[in-house]
């Protein structure tokens, strides 16, 4: 009876973890986002109070960004890669600022147009898919498999990551980049008494090149 018990619980604990994981996948891109920021509850209440008020008056507006985000690292950790990446889109992106929305149909329209490669899709192609939406910008960010190799020496032991997280900002109503680039980085982790962990590694770089977009972002998209 004990064995059958235990059994169960395992099962339930399985079902309860898959769903909720189920459930991060398909939530949209701009509540995760929000979610999972690094923006103080107090300030974003602020913001909430902000926006309440700034639409009574007319003519309140904020640009609208359209957001997609791909996560292809095919890691065990991706949910975090997605929160740590997250954390920084949040703070470049404050709620006074812009509207953001999911890129999914964006997404859907190019796929239906035979573009499946949103990181190689044409800024035309992007245009034209996203013309009459009333979005203003266009934010691309992916992050393609990560390669984790081990790195041992005669007195440490560790881990050695590869990944490419190519991001791209198009100006929808003037026709022209914002900001494009690819970022092929690596990282390294050595510890003289091992147990270095891909994670680690993994989440050295993401952290790094999070800190770069939020600044591409802050210094290079019109407010």
Request: a positive charge; aromatic letters at 8%; one cysteine or more.
């Amino acid at each position: 009876m004990k064995k059958i018990l235990t059994l169960l619980l395992m099962f339930v604990l399985l079902a309860f973890s898959t769903t909720v994981f189920a459930g991060w996948n398909d939530r949209d891109i701009v509540e995760r986002i929000r979610a999972v920021g690094n923006t103080p509850s107090a300030q974003k209440k602020a913001d909430r109070i902000f926006l309440e008020q700034a639409k009574m008056s007319p003519g309140f507006r904020r640009p609208v960004v359209a957001i997609v985000y791909e996560n292809n690292a095919k890691t065990k950790y991706d949910k975090a890669i997605d929160k740590k990446l997250f954390e920084y889109l949040d703070a470049a992106l404050p709620m006074r600022t812009y509207e953001l929305v999911d890129g999914r149909k964006c997404k859907a329209m190019l796929a239906e147009a035979g573009i499946e490669d949103l990181a190689g899709a044409e800024r035309s192609d992007v245009i034209a898919a996203l013309a009459g939406s009333g979005v203003d910008y266009f934010l691309y960010l992916g992050v393609t498999p990560v390669q984790v190799k081990d790195k041992s020496s005669w007195l440490a032991a560790g881990k050695i990551a590869n990944t490419t997280l190519p991001f791209r900002i198009i100006d929808i109503n003037n026709n022209k980049y914002i900001y494009t680039k690819t970022y092929t980085e690596s990282g390294k982790t050595m510890s003289a008494i091992g147990g270095v962990g891909s994670k680690s590694v993994t989440m050295e770089i993401i952290t790094r090149v999070g800190k770069l977009i939020q600044s591409a972002i802050e210094s290079r998209m019109p407010k």
